[in-house]
């Protein structure tokens, strides 16, 4: 299941202060899995319902000074990720694919 990983990004956006290491690190490993053997309609699901209601989270990213293309990752997450196992077509067309994403996440910041 991607809880495990979701908690991980959960833990690594909330922590005070923001170390964009740690976070690339937990959304990279969150992505690969989705990528690799933990892809299922369940997962996508439930890490794009994440990423989609994160103005319920307990911090507002705002508050975090989140580099502007790590917000842009979290906000794909929430957009057509869903799509990546029923409909590929649909999340590739918005660059949603967990593959999509993984490589963009690689392009982020700190190395």
Do not use: I
Not at 39 to 46: D, H, K, L, P, T
Not at 53 to 71: I, V
Not at 78 to 89: F, K, M, S
């Amino acid at each position: 299941m991607a809880t495990r990983y979701l908690q991980q990004v959960y833990s690594a956006l909330l922590s005070n202060p923001l170390d964009l290491a740690v976070l690339k690190k937990s959304l990279e490993e969150l992505l690969e899995y989705l990528a690799g053997v933990g892809r299922s309609y369940a997962n996508c699901w439930a890490v794009d319902l994440f990423s989609a209601n994160s103005e319920e989270w307990e911090r507002d990213l705002t508050d975090q000074a989140l580099p502007d293309d790590f917000h842009d990752v979290l906000a794909m997450m929430g957009e057509a990720l869903h799509d990546t196992v029923a409909a590929p077509d649909v999340a590739a067309n918005f660059d949603c694919l967990a593959e999509q994403l993984l490589e963009r996440v690689r392009r982020l910041g700190p190395a």
